[in-house]
């Protein structure tokens, strides 16, 4: 188990593919449930080996905030679209799966996103292209709809851009907190 805490950013970066494979997978098959159990119990997992789960609990906070309000901005300026949504009062029209995400996202800043806290505006663009690609990738397996095309790709790039910065400034906002 020390051997796992040590090398915690690889299995980190592994978790988080796993769920975002669960989530796209089983959203593109109208099966948004597998994502979501994926991620509740990899995340689960998380907190036991992390030790850094106070500040990890509240960026894992802060990024469910952001993917609601962020997804529901993308939803509403059509950058985006869901062909299977799960509309309820509180995700206002963003998908449990998608919410997975970010919340698979967040566990990663203090991990295995470390190169982001020391270049982070080169990890940044780099960051914001990986993620339309990202969102590109599921469009092309029938998870999403990018309805703008291009300029769908382009605004994802850039919301994903300012996202990583954002990362990096809540991360050094949350260093000083004890385990």
Request: charged share 10%; glycine share 8%; hydrophobic share 55%.
């Amino acid at each position: 188990m020390n051997k796992i805490i040590t090398n915690y950013k690889y299995l980190n970066g592994i978790i988080f593919y796993i769920i975002w494979y669960a989530c796209v997978y089983g959203a593109c098959l109208n099966f948004e449930l597998l994502g979501v159990l994926t991620g509740v119990i990899l995340i689960l997992v998380h907190f036991i080996i992390s030790k850094k789960r106070k500040s990890d609990l509240i960026i894992l906070g802060v990024y469910l905030v952001i993917g609601v309000i962020g997804d529901w901005l993308l939803i509403s300026t059509r950058v985006i679209a869901y062909p299977f949504v799960t509309y309820d009062i509180m995700t206002i029209g963003v998908p449990l799966w998608i919410l997975m995400l970010y919340a698979s996202f967040a566990i990663t800043v203090n991990h295995s996103m470390v190169m982001i806290h020391r270049y982070p505006k080169t990890c940044s663009f780099l960051g914001g292209i990986g993620g339309a690609i990202s969102y590109y990738l599921s469009a092309r397996i029938g998870a999403i709809i990018l309805p703008l095309g291009w300029v769908s790709f382009l605004g994802i790039a850039l919301y994903w851009f300012f996202i990583l910065m954002f990362s990096k400034r809540l991360h050094d906002f949350l260093v000083p907190i004890p385990k």
